[in-house]
């Protein structure tokens, strides 16, 4: 159930992204919906499957930002491993510290993800725009991640739903013939 929640999650994110973000500046900043459901992932998983779910955000990044090939899927699995182990090290369940970590992720996958896509170029932006923007888009990342954390809590707080129970219970085929 987990997945198919995380699907749905993750074609609401997509959405929004597409339609709604780009008319969302705040002063010249827009948060990344698709590193939220990354992020997501690894707080619901735990467990190595989210870098199944890297490769793909690292897909649908390079995809709509016209990026080099490649470089979404490398930052991506490098930077999940990362926030991976040190999920597993420390244990991070508060929203402080997930809060924490969806801001740095954002900011180290943004500016690595902007300067890489530049260098083809030769024409790098100037760093301190630059790090203001990463700063900006990572912080608002990480407020809108925050808000959803705060509402998913909320939800499941009041209406309590097993993400663990196995669809398939009582629909399995018994034989009449086996004794």
């Keep these: ?16 992204q597409i339609s709604f973000v780009p008319n969302g500046d705040v002063a010249g900043s827009h948060p990344n919906l698709l590193l939220l459901v990354l992020c997501f992932a690894l707080f619901w998983y735990r467990d190595p499957r ?8 690292g897909l649908i990044c390079e995809t709509f930002d016209a990026a080099i090939p490649g470089t979404g899927i490398v930052l991506l699995t490098g930077l999940i491993w990362l926030a991976y182990r040190i999920q597993i090290h420390f244990q991070i369940r508060s929203l402080i510290s997930r809060f924490v970590l969806m801001a740095a992720f954002a900011f180290i996958f943004d500016s690595l993800f902007q300067i890489l896509n530049r260098l083809e170029t030769q024409a790098l932006p100037d760093l301190t725009l630059l ?5 900006g888009n990572a912080l608002y990342t990480a407020v809108a991640g925050l808000a959803l954390l705060i509402s998913f809590k909320l939800v499941l707080r009041l209406v309590p739903l097993d993400f663990e129970q196995n669809l398939h219970q009582g629909t399995g085929y018994e034989s009449r013939y086996s004794h």
Excluded: N
């Excluded at 159930?1 to 929004?16: C, D, E, R, T």
């Design 1 to 16: 159930m987990k997945l198919f929640s995380l699907l749905i999650f993750g074609y609401l994110m997509l959405i929004a």
């Design 131 to 135: 790090a203001q923007q990463t700063v």
């Design 50 to 57: 989210v870098f199944l779910w890297a490769i793909v955000t």
